[in-house]
């Protein structure tokens, strides 16, 4: 195990480890306008919600690490405290990168990376047309952590409105992730695209506790072969099989199979959301 104390440690690659392990990070596609209403678009991954009452976007326009210099975003955001957040899908993704270039102060990023503006509702910056979902945003606070290079300058935005695209939207009008298609940054030059076999369910235990790992038999939750993965969704169900089902299962359990086989039925019931199943299995025949 590699320990790090950040105060005696290179801080350009202490950066670099922190972006490369805090990820994938959702970007905030931030345009901005100056006040003489010339506007600015530029991606931050230090971006998340943090509330909806009131609704609480944060990001951070952090000081530059190389020369301590500040981004046009935040010298905006202290003329004007307005700002429209637009998300970024696979389909923006490569015009977003081209927004980022650190082109001279004044210059259009809508118009350099061939994106569309849109008059806001109740603020000055433009939104992004190509971007599914857009907040229009007035900031509530900017608190600065540190005048060194790479301090964060904290943007705390309030949620005046927020715009839909409709096609991202499931039968339910909740965000369908498969059609919103998501990116997020990791470190270096690597994004994420949460899109397909990227996705996946993780069933919340709030509805009824779960019996949890510690109660597993013994020869389950220490067996090699189970990944804490797999004792986690087993550890997540509600209760054990019933001694019938077990009884059924003892009956049914195919002459002379080798432990190795067993465990490989448990794990493909379990990559089939079947936990209940696999754990019966288990029990039944190991």
Avoid at 38 to 47: D, K, M, T
Avoid at 101 to 107: D, F, H, N, P
Avoid at 135 to 160: M, S, Y
Avoid at 225 to 243: A, K, V, Y
């Amino acid at each position: 195990m590699m320990t790090i104390n950040p105060y005696e440690f290179d801080q350009r690659k202490l950066h670099r480890l922190m972006l490369g392990s805090i990820a994938p990070r959702p970007i905030a596609f931030a345009s901005t306008v100056d006040k003489d209403g010339n506007p600015n678009l530029s991606p931050f991954s230090f971006f998340n919600a943090f509330g909806v009452n009131p609704t609480t976007l944060i990001f951070s326009p952090a000081r530059r690490g190389r020369d301590n210099t500040t981004k046009d975003t935040f010298k905006n955001l202290k003329q004007v405290p307005e700002v429209v957040i637009n998300v970024v899908n696979f389909a923006l993704v490569q015009q977003v990168s081209l927004a980022s270039t650190e082109y001279a102060r004044g210059v259009n990023e809508f118009t350099k990376a061939g994106l569309t503006t849109i008059a806001s509702e109740t603020i000055r910056p433009f939104r992004v047309a190509e971007s599914p979902v857009q907040f229009e945003c007035k900031v509530r606070q900017i608190i600065e952590t540190g005048d060194g290079p790479g301090a964060a300058n904290l943007i705390i935005c309030e949620i005046l409105r927020m715009h839909i695209n409709k096609e991202v939207l499931d039968e339910k009008g909740e965000i369908d992730v498969e059609k919103i298609d998501l990116v997020g940054r990791h470190g270096g030059n690597f994004y994420v695209r949460a899109h397909g076999a990227a996705n996946f369910i993780v069933p919340k235990p709030l509805a009824e506790p779960g019996i949890g790992i510690d109660a597993l038999p013994e020869k389950i939750k220490h067996h090699q072969l189970l990944c804490g993965n797999d004792l986690g969704q087993l550890g997540n169900l509600s209760g054990f099989p019933d001694e019938e089902m077990l009884i059924q299962l003892k009956a049914k359990k195919p002459a002379n199979q080798a432990v190795e086989a067993t465990i490989k039925q448990a794990k493909a019931l379990i990559s089939e959301n079947k936990p209940d199943e696999a754990l019966a299995v288990l029990m039944a025949w190991l």
